[in-house]
């Protein structure tokens, strides 16, 4: 497979196979590489690379792995060890598109984690495209689920041999094919989508917080195109709405730290057999509301400064129940490429706020990642009435300034409130990261309160394991964070960005928590 450094616009569709982990705290050892170069424009296989990998015990290869893959002792034995394709493999990989099924959970994180094996950097890619996301949004499951022997087998390509190059070349006609059935469809929508079988995931969003009354509310609208300002009172208003959308888009993430969700304001669509065009999708991995509780049994090694609560500042952090709602605004404000986000201001300065005492309800969480595979770091909290009433009116105000926008998201509210749980709504916290060579750390300011003094934690590793005994379920946390809009994946709504953590240690802290 002869690759050039110049060119890296080819598309590269890559497998791993791996050893199945038989016990806690195994990992995952590499078994074999495969990768195809796509030209993005003809669709068409350009180069290809495969390759078994020794694992450095081979013992790790178990009768459930083989029962797998396929992949024997035997068969790897002769093999070259992961350091010795190191060089190949992240030539094949670093600085363009990547693509394969299930890749973000699954496949990237195994390629990050064998090259700090070998304490070597991991190749970054441009962009992905995930093609178990994608197929799942965009040609919903009418094969059934959505792994890849189900797909082949609904388009007659054979049998999945889960093996590396094979599954690459399968994915990619699997992808070929359903867009292909897809394009048709957009072409005659009245025919070929008239029967029930086609998902409503393909073609129709839900939204489940509605197309609200903004007038009923009292909220006014000053400029509908582009800026909306709050009024009072404030009401949470959800109708069912219905609307049809493209049933083809690109589905890259582009490559960019720490770069806001985007809003696509242009109503004409990309050509979507053209892979390259990102038009609206330089966008971070959205982490949607989950009501799901992480595992954790992890120690927390950090030291801590003393400091006083006056000493740590956040000045600019208003509680709920002290901001103005008629000094709210919301805006398009330009960002790049003729592209919009929304811009969600107090006063004419950035919305921040402060709530006390907010009780955790599910830990830290790992389960959304980035482009490359690195965990997202999140928790839950229950929110206030005051809080719920302040994040529902802007919340209503954003999705209606969005759809204005030319937007076709579905929009997911940040306050949660579960079927049966209505009286017990959430918020998910999201706390950022910054990558730093192999290393993401996390941003966020966190303290430690106890009594009278405030500590401010300084830790030895930014490892998740450091926050998981400090953010449980029942921890009573004071939560400074801004606001933020997404538009992700056909996906949008506002976040909430934690900027500093206090954490409530002791009994009398807790105590006065409950009473105020």
């Not at 015990?57 to 396929?70: A, E, H, Y």
């Not at 990989?93 to 496949?107: S, V, Y």
Request: aromatic share 8%; with cysteine; net charge negative.
């Amino acid at each position: 497979m002869m690759i050039t450094g110049e060119d890296r616009s080819e598309i590269v569709f890559f497998d791993v196979e791996t050893t199945i982990p038989t016990r806690t705290g195994q990992k995952y050892a590499l078994l074999e590489f495969g990768a195809i170069l796509v030209c993005p424009r003809k669709l068409v296989e350009q180069h290809s690379y495969s390759t078994l990998v020794r694992p450095s015990d081979l013992s790790l290869i178990s009768t459930l792995s083989v029962r797998c893959n396929g992949i024997t002792r035997d068969a790897v034995t002769s093999a070259p060890s992961f350091a010795d394709i190191a060089d190949k493999v992240f030539d094949v990989l670093h600085g363009r598109i990547w693509a394969g099924h299930n890749i973000l959970k699954f496949d990237c994180p195994r390629i990050r984690e064998a090259f700090a094996g070998i304490n070597r950097p991991a190749p970054e890619p441009k962009g992905t495209i995930d093609t178990l996301t994608l197929l799942t949004e965009r040609f919903g499951r009418r094969a059934g689920n959505m792994k890849m022997a189900s797909l082949a087998t609904y388009f007659g390509l054979g049998e999945q041999t889960h093996r590396s190059l094979d599954d690459v070349r399968m994915n990619f006609e699997v992808l070929k094919h359903c867009a292909t059935v897809l394009f048709l469809e957009s072409s005659l929508p009245d025919i070929l989508t008239n029967n029930s079988w086609v998902s409503p995931n393909a073609a129709v969003r839900s939204r489940a917080n509605g197309n609200t009354n903004l007038e009923g509310m009292g909220l006014s609208i000053d400029t509908p195109s582009s800026s909306v300002k709050i009024g009072s009172p404030m009401k949470s208003v959800a109708e069912a709405y219905t609307e049809s959308d493209n049933p083809i888009l690109p589905h890259v993430s582009r490559n960019v730290e720490e770069v806001p969700d985007l809003i696509e304001t242009n109503s004409s669509r990309p050509d979507p057999f053209n892979l390259v065009q990102f038009s609206a999708e330089v966008r971070e991995s959205i982490q949607l509301d989950a009501m799901e509780e992480e595992p954790a049994s992890y120690a927390r090694d950090s030291s801590a400064s003393i400091a006083t609560e006056g000493y740590i500042g956040f000045t600019d952090f208003l509680e709920p129940n002290k901001i103005s709602i008629s000094s709210v605004s919301l805006s398009l404000s330009p960002l790049h490429r003729g592209m919009q986000k929304i811009q969600i201001l107090h006063n004419n300065a950035e919305l921040q706020v402060r709530s006390k005492c907010l009780k955790v309800r599910f830990g830290i969480s790992t389960m959304f990642v980035d482009y490359a595979g690195r965990p997202r770091l999140s928790f839950v909290v229950d929110a206030s009435s005051e809080l719920c009433q302040l994040l529902d009116a802007i919340d209503n105000l954003a999705q209606k300034l969005t759809e204005d926008s030319g937007s076709m998201s579905e929009w997911r509210p940040v306050v949660n409130r579960k079927p049966g749980f209505m009286n017990c709504p959430t918020v998910r916290l999201n706390l950022p990261t910054v990558v730093d060579g192999n290393i993401s750390r996390w941003v966020t300011e966190i303290y430690q309160k106890e009594s009278s003094a405030t500590q401010k934690l300084m830790f030895n590793r930014f490892d998740v394991a450091e926050l998981d005994s400090l953010i449980t379920p029942g921890t009573l946390l004071d939560v400074y964070f801004s606001v933020d809009s997404y538009d992700y994946q056909q996906i949008a709504g506002i976040r909430l960005v934690a900027k500093k953590l206090i954490v409530h240690s002791s009994l009398i802290d807790k105590a006065t928590c409950r009473l105020t």
